[in-house]
Structure formats: C-alpha cells, structure tokens
C-alpha cells in the first residue's frame, strides 16, 4: 500500500498507533496522540522525505487550539494503515462559515461543480469539520484542494477563485493534478498571466521551481479526481 498524494487522510490500526504512542514524546504531544488514538481521528499525508524507508509513510497532525496548534510529525509503518480517505467536500464545510457569507460560498460551490471541480477543505476548516475541535479562528483561510484535469480547467477555476465576491474567510489552497503535482492557485494564476516566470510545484516526494510548461505534459492515465469524494 502506497500514498497516492499529499492532503489524503489516513487511518491507522490499533497496532499503528500502539507503535505511535510508543515513540518519545513530551506530555503534550502524548496527550493529543492519546485523544487521536482514541476517538480514531486520521492523520494526513505529508512530504516524504528521501532518507524515509521504503515501508514507512511520513504523516501529520495539525493540533487544534486545545493543544496549542502544534504541528506533530508521526511516521508508520505501511501495513499498520486501515485506510486512505479524504477531507470533506466543499459544500459540507457550509455551517461553519459565518452566516452573510454562506449563500456566497454555495454559489461558489456551484460554479466548481459546472467545471466538473472536485474541491475538498483541508486546513482549519477541514479539520474542524472532521473532529469537531476548535481550530478555526478569525484569522483562519479556508484551504481549498481543486482537482483538475487540464491546465485550461485550472485557469478557469483560478479566475472564478480571484473574482469570487466571498473575501472572509479568504480563500486559499491548490489546484491539483491527476499525477499528484499541486500548486497554489494564486501562484498558478501569476505564472499563467506571466507575471511570474516560474512556479513553485508540491509534490509527494518533494518541490521543484519549475520554469517551462514540459512537466504539464503528462502522459495520460486514471484521473486523481476520480478517486476524491465528490
């Protein structure tokens, strides 16, 4: 079993996080594995680093306010994950956005869907909607994951995200292709509008500051988008 790409959730067998919460950690961090572990909240994929083996899967967990926001790193082992899974559609984070911006945000919704946009809420959003902890503050951006099947498609969502009439929370996140490459739409819409000559493109194994379009010519192949939650 193997990662796909970054921003999916996975969740980790009993043995997993046995293995987990028998790592060094300091009383805190323990305290929100424990709370993890217990109520089976997943873990997100993160970067995985060249010096990690072959087995192991490198994760995260953005702590919420109770524990200060930490961000914990956690390695597993492969055959101790249960599953892969994905935040929550875009349209379900609906009840925790402020109350004058929601019809706003499900005409957004809307227009992604025409695009045939699979868009998932990852972040603070994303998070609070999964465990029901406080993570969201005033200041908190609503991170959007937009799959896309063609540069075109991206283009088109990058201009409806820029003149969206919705600012607060402001929007942020990645437009993401079927080979697992992702990069922030602002930064996308720069470098298409060539006010920029090179983009910054996350993938799971790493970054690169590409400067022509040769990485945009994928050979075909199974869609990333088929496979996120509708």
Request: proline share 5%; net charge neutral.
């Amino acid at each position: 079993m193997a990662a796909q790409r970054r921003h999916q959730l996975v969740r980790l067998s009993n043995a997993g996080w046995a293995s987990v919460l028998s790592m060094t950690w300091d009383e805190q961090a323990r305290e929100c594995l424990v709370y993890w572990a217990t109520h089976h909240f997943p873990l997100v994929v993160t970067r995985q680093g060249a010096e990690l083996p072959e087995d192991m899967l490198a994760l995260g967990l953005p702590a919420p306010q109770r524990w200060e926001r930490r961000r914990l790193c956690v390695q597993a082992a492969q055959w101790n994950v249960l599953s892969f899974d994905e935040f929550a559609p875009a349209l379900a984070v609906y009840g925790l956005l402020p109350q004058p911006v929601r019809p706003m945000w499900r005409q957004l919704c809307g227009e992604l869907a025409k695009l045939h946009v699979t868009a998932l809420v990852y972040g603070s959003y994303g998070w609070q909607y999964i465990t029901g902890l406080e993570y969201l503050r005033d200041q908190s951006d609503l991170d959007l994951y937009l799959f896309v099947d063609s540069p075109d498609i991206a283009d088109a969502v990058c201009e409806l995200l820029h003149h969206a009439t919705m600012t607060h929370p402001r929007l942020d996140g990645e437009v993401a292709f079927y080979d697992g490459s992702a990069v922030a739409w602002r930064e996308w819409r720069q470098w298409r509008t060539g006010r920029v000559g090179s983009v910054l493109v996350k993938r799971l194994n790493g970054v690169a500051l590409e400067r022509g379009k040769s990485w945009l010519r994928q050979p075909p192949g199974e869609h990333i988008g088929t496979m996120a939650v509708a």
